[in-house]
């Protein structure tokens, strides 16, 4: 069954190292998670890689397959060394009780206001019928997390320029 390709990119107006060591902040990362309005969510930074979890409420769409409730586990893996001046890591992101994950490549680049997050990545749900349907549903959802941790950054690197 065919996936469903994403494509998304944040741009903060910070340097690269700077926005890496946001993107690796266990403050930054829940910050980003109660801005979604979670039921609960848990952050876990080990080194490079980075995990969050949060329990949502279903949309209507999946609540007959998943329950009331669905938990987006979200990892990051960086690589340890820097390349073109920016860095490179592996996203994964499933829904635990569906069939359904975002496997792709997570880039930080220098560029637009000073640095560029792309994602890119192929949504697949392995759902007999029902499955395309659901991936062009859930396509939104992982999206306006990106919006979400978009403005959540520029707050937060503003934030550090604060006494």
Not at 72 to 95: L, M, N, Q
Not at 116 to 125: C, F, H, K, Q, R
Not at 146 to 156: D, F, K, P, S, T
Request: aromatic letters at 4%.
């Amino acid at each position: 069954m065919g996936g469903m390709q994403i494509h998304a990119t944040n741009d903060f107006a910070a340097p690269v190292d700077e926005v890496f060591v946001m993107l690796i902040d266990r403050v930054f990362l829940r910050a980003v998670c109660l801005a979604t309005d979670p039921l609960e969510h848990q952050v876990e930074v080990d080194g490079l890689r980075t995990a969050t979890r949060r329990v949502m409420p279903t949309p209507s769409v999946v609540a007959r397959l998943t329950g009331p409730t669905m938990a987006v586990v979200d990892e990051i893996t960086w690589e340890p060394s820097v390349v073109e001046g920016g860095r490179r890591g592996a996203a994964h992101i499933t829904v635990e009780g569906l069939p359904a994950e975002l496997v792709g490549a997570v880039t930080l680049l220098p560029g637009g206001s000073g640095s560029v997050l792309t994602y890119d990545g192929e949504l697949s749900v392995k759902v007999p019928l029902l499955g395309p349907g659901l991936a062009r549903q859930a396509a939104p959802l992982l999206l306006e997390a990106l919006e979400i941790q978009q403005r959540v950054g520029a707050e937060y690197l503003a934030g550090r320029g604060a006494p």
